[in-house]
């Protein structure tokens, strides 16, 4: 079985900070994924990641894939409330991480 | 818009009973997925289906049961609902030639409540 382990599972910050959420993992994975959720609604694909250290941006969000495709990291920069979401990662067999709850305070 | 819906959203019903959720999708893609979502538990895959009539287990599949007939639903039963499946349950698709197979598209979710 696969199994992606997000940290943190809370972050609660303040607007204009930076933050990393961590996706990791024992198994390699040929792609991840990064979604965003809000309340009441379904997970939103951001991105996906294929190549061993591949760096993808997405205005303030970078997201990158390790080396041994086995981990994977989003960054954002200068947070703002409207970052708040469930952030979800997930590759292999249809696995998820259980979740980054981010809050950003104004 | 990747063109799921799901119904219903929502869904009170009682212990022992029968419930169905649907799940139809518009553009032709192949595969499609049940999750439930849980506090504490993320999303966990309960069936998927990668074709008409062919549909496989996911890590959580006691007490469901999928069909899928036509390309465009699919179909999830809990045949006698039990308290332990009050949960959110999220239908996805994936699988076609613009996109990567793992790459899934979620719908919105149909909140269950069995009392």
């Known amino acids: 079985t696969q199994l992606l382990e997000q940290s943190p599972q809370f972050l609660s910050i303040q607007e204009g900070e930076n933050l990393t959420v961590y996706c990791n993992s024992s198994?390699?994975?040929?792609?991840l994924q990064w979604y965003r959720q809000e309340p009441g609604e379904g997970p939103v694909l951001l991105v996906t990641?294929?190549?061993?250290?591949e760096v993808k941006k997405l205005k303030r969000l970078t997201f990158q894939f390790g080396d041994a495709r086995k981990d994977s990291s989003l960054h954002i920069t200068a947070a703002q409330p409207g970052d708040t979401g469930l952030y979800l990662c997930?590759?292999?067999?249809?696995?998820f991480g259980q979740g980054t709850i981010l809050t950003v305070h104004p | 818009d990747a063109g799921i819906t799901q119904s219903p959203r929502h869904k009170v019903t009682e212990t022992g009973t029968p419930v169905t959720l649907r799940c139809h999708q518009t553009?032709?893609?192949?595969?499609m997925y049940w999750y439930r979502q849980d506090p504490g538990h993320g999303l966990r895959l309960i069936h998927y289906?990668?074709?008409?009539?062919?549909?496989d287990k996911g890590e959580v599949s006691d007490g469901y049961s999928v069909s899928r007939s036509k390309t465009e639903d699919f179909l999830l039963t809990l045949e006698s609902a039990t308290s332990s499946q009050t949960s959110v349950y999220f239908c996805?698709?994936?699988?076609?030639?613009?996109?990567?197979?793992?790459?899934?598209?979620f719908g919105e979710g149909s909140w269950l409540t069995v009392v």
């Open positions: 990641v294929v190549t061993g250290g």
């Open positions: 553009e032709n893609h192949r595969y």
């Open positions: 997930a590759g292999g067999k249809l696995t």
């Open positions: 289906s990668y074709g008409v009539k062919d549909t």
């Open positions: 996805a698709i994936s699988g076609t030639q613009k996109t990567p197979g793992n790459t899934i598209y």
């Open positions: 198994s390699v994975f040929s792609s």
